[in-house]
């Protein structure tokens, strides 16, 4: 059908056109229903001149508004306001505030500088200003909460009086009420936060379950998940602390870090899987892939490597440092490895440890009785290694044993010494794991020393009693030297006696 326009039609015409117009006009002020059809592929327009301000086609039912729709500004709920059905959609009550979404805020409010985007948004806000919501029932109870920023479907939906939260994510900080200074980012991140202040999460699910928990901070998804009443975490990391519930000051860095914490508090982990069977064990550091992965109970546990520590348990006060540094059994205590079971050298600029040897620190100080008598006893060997963690089976055959000799004790031997001679108490050999004996070979120096002395004792002695000999010797020696002078003085004189007898005698039978 033609569109016709009124400047196509004859001044006689367009004139009677307007008289009946006109008539028409009139009389459609006094009716109670006015009902204009259009025709299939009709359209109804609103022109000046050859400019169109609006336009109704019936072939789409598209109304087309070419030029500006003026409304004033909302002061009730029938001024300014662009209706969807029975539901307010559009209006911007209050000052400097704007609302859109289907009943997003209403017609009570004081608070200014809002702005709201989304069904419900800000539909309760009393006397909260300089809020940003934006999602269907983001910020949906917040009243006198103000600088809030909410993204997402439901992100601070239960809000009433906290401030200063920004929640970006389906369903983030969805419970918070009355918390304050949170950040979370993140598919339900946060969401069970009530009053729990100075939080941030970002990544989906991180600090899902905090509730009223304080000054956490969670990177990653899962992070500190389940998180309850615990405070001063920090978690990076995909799933890093997650199980814990009201554990504190604790710190995850790496993949599945602190994983299985519940309870266990100052714990530090740094590394992929760090610690992360630890369950209620606290004070614990470990750096490094896997290092004090299976520690559930220990703690003040410090691992530092590739693995290391990974092995323990429950044990407790045990530092582990290096690659695959173990200590001697998942239930040790009190011990420090270093290095693992490949180390051939331990280097530094001195030959010894310094050890606390205070005696105001001892008690019961007495001479000890153990010395060379044992030192005797032991039986220094020489060998060669063949580890049995070096074969697949843990069983050695020879194959593997290194070609060059060493020197040193069997644990065993060292063992049996000390049970015999009840020394057990020195502690010479650690039995912690049953399958892996070691020795202590430096508690023998106080031995070595007690032994040495009796030795030196035993020298004394010889040499005193030689002395006394050497004595009585030089005694008989000078008394022999004077029997021998006092026979050699008369000797001289009988010398003297016999010798003018002698001549006197020759001189008589001469003649």
Not at 419 to 445: C, F, H, I, Q, Y
Request: aromatic share 10%; net charge neutral; charged share 15%.
């Amino acid at each position: 059908m033609k569109k016709f326009k009124n400047t196509d039609l004859p001044a006689s015409i367009t004139f009677k056109a307007a008289l009946i117009l006109s008539f028409l006009i009139c009389n459609i002020v006094f009716a109670q229903n006015i009902t204009n059809t259009l025709g299939t592929s009709g359209v109804f327009s609103l022109k000046y001149g050859t400019t169109t301000f609006l336009d109704l086609n019936q072939s789409d039912s598209i109304l087309d508004l070419n030029y500006k729709l003026r409304l004033p500004n909302t002061t009730s709920s029938s001024t300014g306001v662009i209706y969807k059905g029975a539901d307010r959609f559009l209006h911007n009550f209050g000052l400097w505030n704007i609302f859109l979404g289907i009943n997003s805020g209403n017609f009570t409010m004081t608070g200014d500088y809002n702005t709201a985007m989304g069904d419900y948004s800000l539909n309760s806000n009393t006397t909260g200003s300089y809020n940003t919501s934006i999602g269907s029932y983001s910020l949906r109870f917040n009243t006198t909460g103000f600088y809030n920023t909410a993204m997402g479907l439901s992100s601070l939906y239960s809000n009433t009086t906290g401030s200063y939260n920004t929640a970006m994510g389906y369903n983030s900080l969805n419970s918070n009420t009355t918390g304050l200074y949170n950040t979370a980012m993140g598919y339900s991140s946060l969401g069970r936060n009530t009053t729990g202040s100075y939080n941030t999460s970002i990544g989906s699910y991180s600090l899902r379950y905090n509730t009223t928990g304080l000054q956490n901070t969670a990177m990653g998804y899962n992070s500190l998940s389940f998180n309850t009443t615990g405070y001063n975490n920090t978690a990076m990391g995909y799933s890093s602390l997650n199980s814990n519930t009201t554990g504190h000051f604790n710190t995850a860095m790496g993949y599945f870090s602190l994983y299985s914490n519940t309870t266990g508090y100052n714990n530090t982990a740094m590394g992929y899987f760090s610690l992360y069977a630890n369950t209620t064990g606290h004070s614990n550091t470990a750096l490094g892939y896997f290092s004090l992965q299976n520690n559930t109970t220990g703690n003040s546990n410090t691992a530092l490597g590739w693995e290391s520590g990974s092995s323990i348990t429950s044990g407790n006060n045990l530092t582990c440092i290096g690659y695959n540094s173990q200590s001697s059994s998942p239930t040790a205590t009190n011990q420090i490895t270093l290095g693992n079971n490949l180390i051939t050298s331990l280097r530094c600029n001195v030959t010894s440890i310094t050890s606390l040897s205070d005696a105001r620190d001892k008690k019961n100080i007495r001479e000890l009785t153990l010395g060379l008598d044992f030192i005797t006893k032991l039986k220094p060997r020489q060998f060669n290694w063949d580890k049995r963690e070096w074969y697949d089976e843990n069983t050695s055959d020879g194959s593997k044993m290194n070609e060059l000799p060493t020197a040193g004790f069997i644990a065993q031997e060292l063992d049996a010494v000390q049970m015999s001679e009840n020394a057990e108490w020195l502690n010479l050999v650690l039995k912690d794991n049953p399958e892996k004996w070691e020795a202590t070979t430096g508690n023998l120096l106080p031995v070595m020393v007690k032994a040495i002395q009796e030795l030196k004792a035993e020298k004394d002695t010889e040499i005193a009693k030689l002395k006394v000999e050497n004595d009585k010797l030089k005694e008989e020696n000078e008394k022999l030297k004077q029997v021998n002078d006092e026979h050699n003085e008369r000797l001289a004189k009988l010398e003297k006696l016999i010798i003018p007898y002698t001549n006197s005698k020759l001189t008589q039978n001469s003649k």
